[in-house]
Nanobody, 127 residues
Framework: QVQLVESGGGLVQAGGSLRHSCAAS????????TGWVRQAPGKGCEFLAA????????YYADSVKGRFTISRDNAKNTVYLQMNSLKPDDTAVYYC????????????????????WGQGTQVTVSS
């Protein structure tokens, strides 16, 4: 029901920054809470951040709080993840995601809420 296309991954040195973008099509973007998830080699999915439909509320995992910022521009149908002070442990495949459109904010802060996914983008942080 919604297609998410990611851009902005790549290779950076420790301490550097990247901005990920996730552009949506197919549905009214403002109907969806959105989030970012990552999966490192040999590990499960880690829920990183979420933002409510209007952008009024945000959530961050402790591992990225203070370094990563999630934002959205509903007029552009785009959600962003600004990643600063990157560490080698941030190396992972990053995915943007959208919920089904009807979840509460409490549920939207959990991985189970998300049904639509971007293609995934590799982020590699070298030392």
């Amino acid at each position: 029901q919604v297609q998410l296309v990611e851009s902005g991954g790549g290779l950076v040195q420790a301490g550097g920054s990247l901005r990920h973008s996730c552009a949506a099509s197919g549905r009214t973007f403002s109907s969806y809470a959105t989030g970012w998830v990552r999966q490192a080699p040999g590990k499960g999915c880690e829920f990183l951040a979420a933002i409510s439909k209007s952008g009024a509320n945000t959530y961050y995992a402790d591992s990225v709080k203070g370094r990563f910022t999630i934002s959205r521009d509903n007029a552009k149908n785009t959600v962003y993840l600004q990643m600063n002070s990157l560490k080698p442990d941030d190396t992972a495949v990053y995915y943007c995601a959208a919920d089904a459109g009807g979840t509460t904010w409490s549920v939207a802060r959990t991985l189970v809420a998300y049904h639509y996914w971007g293609q995934g983008t590799q982020v590699t942080v070298s030392s």
